[in-house]
């Protein structure tokens, strides 16, 4: 390729090229009677020489006030371009590679970063990680292209029909010589203002305190009812009464239906808050639930008469919208927010059921202590020998009787202990549900809790009698084996005594003598006598030692 190919003229060239054909037809002109004109009306054609070469343009005017004299003029031009009475010329050829690289440095020069709204059509994710689709309105369109790096930068996925904002620059694809937009960054047409809105309302009902956790009321321990506003053709709803059934059968739910998507949304939604303020007699608590969303589908909740309407709720306001990574600005205003709706079911019964576990748990406790006092017990019989029941049997009996006696009293004073502040609790709550006219169900839950009382300490006096019965038993046993049990029924012990005050039990009579002195121990006291006499082969008489 030429130098001049590589370096094409501009149009200020252009221009200085076609004053000096001026100037050299109007030289011409002296020795020549046909008129020049001052001025060529440029036409959409023209042809380029070299820089040595004039500018020949055709006119279809004439110049002067006769038809005659205009043709004359053109003349001179076509000769030029035909050549026929001029010396040829060299002309200037453009390669198209060179055309359209030229053309490509001008575009990206002058359209290097802008904005391009549109409709995205065609949309086709290549293998490459690149995404290419055509953005058009309703006069043009134009083919742009998302490189990997950008396309993954992206918050959302394109698709056609999606109405978006492209930032990039203009340039030109050479293989086809076709315009394009290489973008950078892309939002879809509205996001942003929502987000901008989204963050300058925040800002507005932050500096109001609006968000203060101290201006938050708590949710009731013990609700009686609550008031629910969402649509009842979704799932939100039975999550709800699924989750509330399983956890607190006896909370009842106050459904207001209302649009939790659209334009109207908020004011319905401002409508449910106010019913259930207008009639707080009914509820102790809100709970406005919907399921996830984009931005758009939740735009509803981030209203400023919604929020105020939350602020100004003498009703603690549960938040349940959408997803655990979705905010809103009522999620902000609320006194409580819930990742889903169904979690807010759980935040509503979670202090009922903390109570049911830990009547549950002290059940528990009761019966393992129970049984590790018994295991205890036994270990320790199993431990005691024989002599040291016969010496203690009676003072074990009484310590064992006076321990299980504290056991008893202890174990009926932590029950009435650890069951007083969940009495308490029940009592104040059927106080106020009798007040409410329901009675019956304060009836039925005071009856449940006593039927549980009475049956736990029917357990426990069931094992501490049971207890005791065994051990009377094992006493029983070791009163049979007692030697006591023995001289009752008329048998004595007989003692040797020596003259240093020192006795020996005797087991038979060739170990005593006559003359000394014995001791027999009774049932019932002892007798001294001496020995008169010895015999090891009769049975000696009645009353005679």
Not at 247 to 253: C, D, I, K, S, T
Not at 315 to 329: C, K, M, N, R, Y
Not at 513 to 526: D, E, K, N, S, Y
Request: proline content about 4%; glycine content about 6%; aromatic content about 4%.
């Amino acid at each position: 390729m030429s130098e001049r190919e590589d370096n094409p003229p501009t149009l200020a060239s252009l221009r200085a090229r076609r004053g000096k054909v001026r100037t050299e037809r109007r030289s011409s002109s002296k020795a020549s009677t046909i008129p020049v004109p001052d001025t060529l009306f440029q036409s959409e054609l023209f042809s380029l020489y070299e820089e040595d070469s004039a500018l020949a343009v055709a006119s279809v005017e004439p110049v002067s006030g006769s038809e005659e004299s205009g043709k004359i003029a053109i003349e001179p031009a076509r000769r030029r371009i035909s050549g026929v009475s001029e010396p040829a010329m060299e002309r200037h050829i453009w390669s198209v590679r060179a055309l359209v690289m030229n053309a490509r440095q001008q575009i990206e020069t002058t359209y290097s970063d802008l904005w391009v709204e549109g409709e995205i059509s065609n949309c086709r994710p290549a293998p490459s990680g690149h995404i290419y689709f055509t953005l058009k309105d309703g006069e043009a369109q134009l083919p742009v292209v998302l490189f990997r790096r950008q396309a993954g930068l992206l918050r959302f996925r394109p698709a056609d029909g999606l109405a978006v904002l492209v930032r990039g620059r203009v340039s030109v694809y050479e293989s086809r010589g076709q315009l394009q937009l290489i973008g950078e960054t892309m939002e879809p047409r509205g996001a942003g203002a929502l987000q901008l809105a989204f963050e300058q309302l925040k800002a507005r009902l932050l500096s109001e305190g609006l968000f203060d956790a101290a201006r938050k009321r708590q949710l009731p321990s013990f609700p009686k009812c609550i008031g629910i506003v969402t649509s009842l053709s979704g799932a939100v709803i039975r999550d709800i009464v699924t989750v509330v059934r399983r956890r607190h059968a006896r909370l009842n739910l106050l459904i207001y239906p209302a649009t939790m998507q659209g334009a109207s949304s908020p004011e319905s939604v401002v409508g449910g808050i106010r019913w259930f303020n207008a009639n707080s007699s009914l509820v102790d608590a809100i709970v406005i639930a919907r399921g996830g969303g984009s931005m758009e589908d939740l735009a509803g909740f981030n209203d400023e008469a919604l929020a105020r309407a939350i602020a100004a709720s003498a009703l603690p306001v549960v938040s349940a919208i959408g997803h655990e990574t979705d905010f809103t600005i009522a999620d902000f205003v609320a006194d409580l927010r819930a990742p889903t709706p169904s979690a807010a079911a759980e935040l509503i019964t979670s202090a009922q059921h903390r109570i049911e576990d830990q009547v549950a748990a002290l059940g528990a406790r009761v019966l393992r202590a129970g049984r590790f006092h018994l295991m205890h017990a036994r270990q320790r019989y199993a431990r005691l020998s024989a002599e040291a029941v016969l010496n203690r049997l009676r003072d074990a009996v009484s310590r064992r009787d006076q321990r299980l006696d504290e056991l008893r009293f202890r174990l009926d004073a932590a029950v009435q202990q650890r069951l007083r502040v969940p009495a308490q609790r029940l009592n104040v709550v059927s106080d106020r549900l009798r007040r409410q006219d329901i009675s019956v169900r304060i009836a039925a839950t005071g009856n449940h809790l006593l039927a549980d009382t009475l049956r736990l300490q029917r357990v426990a006096m069931e094992s501490i009698v049971g207890r005791r019965t065994r051990l009377e038993r094992a006493s029983t046993r070791l009163d049979v084996l007692s030697p006591l049990a023995v001289l009752s029924r008329g048998y004595a012990l007989v003692y040797l005594q020596s003259g240093a005050g020192d006795s020996t039990l005797l087991r038979s009579s060739a170990d005593a003598t006559p003359g000394q002195t014995i001791r027999a121990r009774l049932a019932h006291g002892t007798l001294k006598a001496k020995i008169t006499q010895t015999d090891t082969d009769e049975v000696p008489e009645t009353g005679k030692l």
